[in-house]
């Protein structure tokens, strides 16, 4: 008989911050709880496969599973903002390079002969857009994965999701944690950080933290268009 998977306790995880003084109620010593995260041993791919068709596809758990280990991620407002926002300027350069893209969102993405497979906050294509331009179905045994994947952490993961990606084949992540930006590429069976994007070059997209902040105190319209104009600053120049 199987084991039966050993199951940690549901945890919203803060950044390690500093604890704020007692009596203070100033938002700006409070640490961020992005998202809630709950991690299960020893489930086989069966449970995985089940869990994916029964959440389906208007859940807002995300599921990352790797050899046996199940991470649920359920994602809070600074979380899903966050993510939009990085949705929204993925959607900016593409359209000021004149590059065509194909969203591909939380698409799961899976390789059952490796058994690994999650369900990232974004992903595009981009290199490949045209190879997949026209399916609706995406299989990663016949498919390339998306070119770029985007994970957004307020709160550290028990399940190091880079083992998936490379095993996936992704060519390249970005992943914003605590107010800075990382971009990864995948050279040589390995993720290298780099300043600018494989999908995007040229750009210093490392300043994108900065303009999320910003979006909380002038609002994400007002940002979007400031975004969209230092964007074309940089091509001009």
Not at 83 to 95: A, H, N, P, T, Y
């Amino acid at each position: 008989m199987a084991a039966s998977p050993n199951i940690t306790s549901p945890r919203a995880v803060a950044p390690d911050q500093k604890s704020p003084d007692a009596g203070s109620d100033s938002p700006a010593s409070s640490p961020v709880v992005g998202e809630q995260r709950m991690v299960l041993y020893n489930v086989s791919w069966q449970l995985f496969e089940t869990l994916l068709d029964e959440l389906g596809e208007t859940s807002n758990v995300r599921l990352a599973y790797d050899q046996g280990t199940l991470e649920l991620m359920s994602p809070l407002m600074p979380h899903e903002h966050t993510k939009r926002l990085l949705e929204r300027f993925v959607g900016v350069i593409s359209e000021e390079l004149d590059i065509d893209i194909r969203s591909a969102g939380s698409l799961t993405c899976k390789r059952e002969d490796l058994l690994k497979g999650l369900e990232p906050d974004s992903g595009f294509y981009i290199q490949n857009e045209l190879q997949v331009r026209h399916k609706e179905h995406i299989d990663l045994d016949i498919d390339p994965p998306p070119d770029l994947m985007i994970e957004v952490d307020f709160s550290n993961s028990s399940l190091n999701k880079d083992s998936i990606y490379l095993g996936l084949g992704v060519p390249e992540l970005w992943r914003y944690t605590r107010g800075s930006l990382t971009i990864r590429w995948l050279v040589e069976g390995r993720y290298e950080q780099r300043d600018t994007s494989a999908a995007f070059p040229n750009l210093p997209l490392t300043i994108i933290p900065k303009f999320i902040e910003q979006s909380l105190a002038v609002g994400e319209a007002k940002t979007v268009k400031a975004f969209r104009k230092w964007v074309q600053e940089q091509i001009e120049n």
